[in-house]
Every structure is written in C-alpha cells, then in structure tokens.
C-alpha cells in the first residue's frame, strides 16, 4: 500500500475547525505559531500504516485520510495518545475531537455575539 498525503481542502477544513488549538482536553497549544510556523501535528485517529496506533486493516487510504479520522494534536500529545493505545481508543480520540470541534465552535458563536454587542 503507497501512502497518500491527506488532501489540502480536507486539511483547510480540519485546521479551520481547530480553532488553532491542540485537540487534547485542557491543552491550549497551538497548532500554528503566531509567525505561521507549523508545530502541531495532524495524526490519524486510526493509524495510516499497519503496526500503527490503533490501526485498523479494513479502511482504504481514503477513509485513513478522511477528515473523520484526522485529528490536530501538540507533538506532545500525538506522543501520548500513540504511546498509550489501549487508553487512547478509536472511540475516545474521535470523543475528544468532537468535544474541541464543539467547544471551538461555541468560542466562535460567543465572540460573534461580543462582537455584535448582545
């Protein structure tokens, strides 16, 4: 199997979903630098390469580079939750991604209403 880089409109979409924040519950690590440098990691939730973190051998590399299964981590916690599989589930990273996607887009709502003066 050829590895496939994930696709730049499915990487727009994740970042612009991130809010430019590790995905890991309680961490406000940046994804990107204020200088624009990239220091954040985009992880698979199941892993891309048999032996991986959480791999799972019947997805095709267009589900493995789905978006559903992508989620934007401090290198620190990309360390973590690989290191600890059997903690770090499929089910529990894809929880924790849709809580901080939740939690970023209730951050945008809130700053919508500031700005508008509600």
Known sequence: MSRKSVDANTLRFLYGKSGNKCAFPDCCEPIFEDDGT???????????????????????IEEKNAESNLILLCSRHHKIIDSHSQEYTTARLKEIKQQHEKQIQQEALHAGDYLQGA
């Open 38 to 60: 990239l220091t954040g990691e985009c992880c698979h939730i199941e892993a891309f390469s048999r032996g991986g973190a959480r791999f799972n051998p019947e997805t095709t």
